[in-house]
C-alpha cells in the first residue's frame, strides 16, 4: 500500500522550489509554522520523493533546503553572499553582538556605515552602484521571499533569519581563505626578493 502524501505537500514543494530556506524561524509565521513542522516530521519522504526529480533535500541543523549541485552562483546569489556579510561585518565592527543581528530590527535607510568605504567597493563587485539604494531593497525583498531576512516595508526595516546564518559563515570561510591566500603569496613574494 503506498504511503499518503503529508499535508499541503504541493504548497511545501513549491515553496522550496522558489528557493525559499525553511528554518525554526518558520514557527512563528501563519502557514509556514505547519509547513515547517510537515517537512522537518516528513523529512525523509520529502527528501526521497524531491529526488526522483532530480532534487536534493538538504538539512543543515533546523534550516531545511534543496541544494544545487555543481551550481554557479547567480548575480542575486553573489549580491546576497556579499550585502548579508557587509551586514554582519560593519554590525559586529560597530561593537554590537552577532546575536543581535537576528533579533533586532535595522534600518536599511540609516545604512550609510553599510555603504561606506570597502562596502561600496566590494557592493559595486556584485553590480549594486553607490546611492542605489532601490536595487539595495529589492534585493533585501527578494531575500525575504527566500526566507533569509524579515522585511517590514512600512517601518523599513530588515532582521536576518536563521537561514542567513548559512551563507554569512559561507561569505566568511571564504573571506578568510582569501585573506590567508593573500598572506602567503605577499610571503612568497617577499622571499623571491
Excluded at 521571499?145 to 546564518?165: D, I, M, S, Y
Amino acid at each position: 500500500m503506498p504511503v499518503k502524501s503529508p499535508e499541503e505537500t504541493q504548497r511545501i514543494i513549491q515553496t522550496l522550489l522558489r528557493g525559499y530556506q525553511f528554518s525554526d524561524s518558520d514557527l512563528m509565521r501563519p502557514d509556514y509554522e505547519r509547513w515547517y513542522a510537515t517537512l522537518d516530521r516528513h523529512f525523509d519522504w520529502f527528501q526521497d520523493h524531491l529526488s526522483l526529480s532530480g532534487f536534493s533535500l538538504v538539512r543543515d541543523k533546523q534550516v531545511i533546503f534543496l541544494e544545487k549541485e555543481n551550481k554557479i552562483l547567480s548575480q542575486e546569489e553573489k549580491q546576497a553572499v556579499v550585502v548579508l556579510y557587509l551586514l554582519t561585518d560593519l554590525w559586529l565592527e560597530k561593537g554590537k553582538t552577532y546575536g543581535d543581528l537576528f533579533q533586532a530590527s535595522v534600518a536599511w535607510t540609516e545604512l550609510d556605515w553599510f555603504r561606506d568605504g570597502y562596502g561600496r567597493e566590494y557592493l559595486s563587485q556584485v553590480g549594486i552602484e553607490d546611492g542605489n539604494d532601490a536595487a539595495l531593497e529589492q534585493l533585501f525583498r527578494r531575500l525575504a521571499g527566500k526566507g533569509l531576512l524579515e522585511v517590514n516595508l512600512e517601518a523599513r526595516t530588515l532582521t536576518l533569519r536563521r537561514p542567513a546564518e548559512r551563507l554569512i559563515n559561507l561569505a566568511r570561510r571564504i573571506h578568510q581563505q582569501l585573506d590567508r591566500q593573500e598572506i602567503t603569496e605577499a610571503e612568497e613574494g617577499d622571499a623571491d626578493e
